[in-house]
């Protein structure tokens, strides 16, 4: 007896490893996608994964055994072959269930690696019990055992990986154990065969099945069987990705949709077909105080004001008949206070998932309570600024009464038309007095007609005037003081070109008032530039500028309120009411323009008179002459 010559083809032995390799990995991904599903679908990966590492084990087995050669031949018993594929099936499909229902279970992981391993031994075993060859055939039972705790444990490592350790690399070690675990359990396995002749003829082998090309074929078609599955758990891993992330993002969704809710300043309600409240947000208990489980059930027009509810009732239906609404509602909060809100709303019935009227509800005591407040406050303002200028006005015309006598009898007193007072200073005395009342009297009359400017009691009786005309006339009023100050005048032009349909004495008044300025503020030696320039949209703009002292932003702001003034000190150089500017700007506004300044401090200011297109004429034919003026404003 002696031994028969035997060897490994190592091409189809690397193949066997590769398979060996490829179905672990495959396997294992198939695998994984079991924990993610419920029981009917987790069923059919189980299959597949089982089908994956049961048919690749099968088929690494196969060629590693196509690898292996004998001097005696070989053939294979078809229904045993066929029995070792459907062991390792049932073998990986049984360990795969056990661990998958508790993969952090130690036992459970135990158990399966056990199963896997006695699965991959006895498919070996079964497969190498197909062999049908006149030689006998030894197994070393050290070797044996050696080869199926070889099985055993790396199935169970590599299980252990697979499941608890998600990373691609975890599977991909993991993948090389279970490899580890088939080829090794295969080869130690075979390493225990002994193969001795014996007195039977030979296998007449060569016209069977050609083992290279049957080799080829096993390869071929497990590695596309197991591509597919391999393609299969990846595009079901990115679909579950994908549909994991938009589920993510859903909730993110749902979460930042009942932040906003709860966070909201507004109440939002939805009404049924009755009116009764279904559904309400926290901002009606933080505003109302009202919690969800008070007011849902709850008719809500039980919660507005009785005067409103008719209203409201009728609102509603307009809604649901396609009307839009905005309304204010007074609603009793808990505590029996009154709270406005405003509502808007819009009939969302149609929608399955609303099926109702949505209604927001904005808190607006506030602001109610503070527009009360500040129309309260205006209304006590304009009553006492009314009260204010009558007061001025009676006060006004109590003091001209005795004023004119003051001033009439001082006439006399200087005239002496019942003879001499004796003593000149007498004659000095009255002058003064004279000049004195003259001059309250002034002040009054500037009074008078502000009141009468800001209550509207001013009557514009216009005439057609030449503004050249009128504003030399207030140049000669203020004669005194351009001489003592040796002002320089320029006008231009010197012809006007234009003529205005202006109050003869209103305008006077508003050019005294500003030339007065002009002429007070400037300096000795000053410059004072008077232009009538006729605007684009057919008005006329009338510049008075002079190179005084000038006015900031703020100053100008003083200069244009009632009775205040820019240097309100008692030692303030230059008299006045603080009316000039005011009463001008008033008076402008009653010719239906308006007064601008244009000023700063060391530059001067300039003073604009704007007169709209209406009152604007074609320039009169012959310019009246000025002593005419002079007489016209002393009868005047």
């Known amino acids: 007896m002696h031994h028969v010559t035997t060897f490994h083809d190592p091409t189809l032995v690397a193949i066997s490893v590769l398979i060996a390799i490829c179905a ?26 089982a089908i994956a590492l049961g048919g690749g084990i099968w088929a690494m087995h196969f060629v590693g055994m196509m690898a292996f050669h004998s001097s005696a031949g070989i053939l294979y018993d078809v229904q045993l072959t066929l029995g070792s594929l459907l062991l390792a099936i049932i073998a990986a499909g049984i360990s795969y269930r056990i661990v998958v229902s508790n993969p952090a279970s130690f036992w459970r992981l135990g158990i399966g690696g056990v199963i896997a391993g006695f699965g991959v031994a006895g498919m070996h075993y079964t497969g190498m019990a197909a062999m049908i060859t006149t030689s006998r055939i030894l197994y070393n039972p050290l070797l044996v055992g050696l080869s199926i705790l070889i099985a055993m444990a790396a199935a169970t490592a590599a299980l252990w990986l697979s499941f ?38 030979p296998l007449a082998i060569g016209s069977g099945l050609d083992q290279p090309m049957l080799a080829v074929v096993i390869t071929s078609t497990s590695l596309l069987i197991l591509v597919f599955g391999l393609g299969s758990s990846m595009f079901d891993r990115r679909m579950a990705d994908q549909v994991a992330q938009k589920a993510l993002i859903r909730q993110r969704s749902e979460r930042r949709h009942r932040s906003l809710l709860r966070n909201s300043t507004d109440i939002i309600l939805v009404l049924d077909g009755e009116n009764c409240i279904r559904y309400d947000t926290p901002a009606a208990e933080r505003i109302l105080g009202y ?39 007074p609603i009793a909060d808990a505590g ?58 009676n006060i006004s015309h109590e003091l001209r009464t005795p004023l004119n006598a003051i001033i009439g009898f001082s006439d006399l007193l200087v005239q002496q038309p019942f003879g001499s007072l004796g003593d000149p200073q007498y004659v000095g005395f009255a002058r003064d007095i004279n000049a004195g009342g003259k001059k309250l009297l002034s002040v009054i009359n500037t009074i008078i007609d502000f009141t009468k400017a800001e209550s509207g009691d001013h009557r514009v009786e216009s005439t057609l005037l030449d503004p050249i005309t009128e504003i030399r006339l207030c140049l000669r009023l203020e004669e005194e003081t351009i001489q003592g100050k040796t002002l320089s005048i320029l006008i231009e032009p010197e012809m006007a070109p234009l003529a205005l349909f202006a109050d003869r004495r209103k305008l006077r008044q508003v050019l005294l008032a500003v030339l007065s300025n002009a002429t007070k503020f400037a300096p000795d030696n000053g410059k004072i530039a008077i232009t009538i320039e006729k605007e684009p949209d057919g008005g006329c703009t009338i510049g008075i500028q002079d190179n005084g002292i000038g006015m900031t932003e703020a100053e100008i702001a003083i200069a244009l309120q009632p009775f205040a003034q820019v240097d309100n000190s008692l030692s303030r150089r230059h008299e006045g009411t603080g009316l000039g500017l005011p009463m001008s700007r008033a008076l402008m506004e009653l010719h239906g323009g308006h007064l601008t300044i244009q000023s700063g401090r060391g530059v001067g200011t300039l003073v604009h008179l704007f007169f709209p297109a209406e009152r604007v004429r074609a320039p009169l034919p012959v310019t009246q002459p000025v002593a005419l003026i002079v007489n016209q404003a002393a009868s005047g």
């Not at 924990?35 to 069923?43: D, S, T």
């Not at 090389?176 to 075979?190: D, K």
């Not at 206070?337 to 904005?362: F, M, Q, S, Y």
């Not at 808190?363 to 205006?378: P, S, V, Y």
Request: proline share 1%; with cysteine; hydrophobic share 45%.
């Open 336 to 393: 029996s206070n009154r709270k406005w809100l405003e509502l808007t709303g819009i009939d969302l019935t149609a929608d399955p998932d609303v099926n109702g009227i949505v209604l927001n509800l904005h808190d607006i005591t506030d602001r109610r309570r503070i527009a009360a407040e500040l129309t309260a406050a205006k209304e006590k303002a304009e009553t006492a600024d009314q009260s204010k200028s009558a007061f001025l006005k």
């Open 291 to 329: 919690r969800s489980e008070v007011l849902t059930g709850q008719s809500f027009l039980g919660f507005v004001d009785p005067l409103h509810q008719g209203d409201l009732r009728e609102q509603l239906a307009n809604l649901r008949r396609g009307d839009k609404i905005q309304c204010e509602i």
């Open 24 to 49: 672990s990995f495959t396997s294992l991904q198939l695998a994984e996608r079991m924990v993610a599903y419920r029981e009917n679908v987790r069923l059919a990966w189980l299959c597949a994964a």
């Open 164 to 201: 608890n350790l998600h990373a691609l690399w975890h599977r991909a070690v993991a993948s090389l154990i279970m490899a580890v675990a088939i080829a090794g359990m295969h080869y130690t396995g075979m390493a225990a065969l002994t193969m001795t002749a014996t007195d039977r003829a």
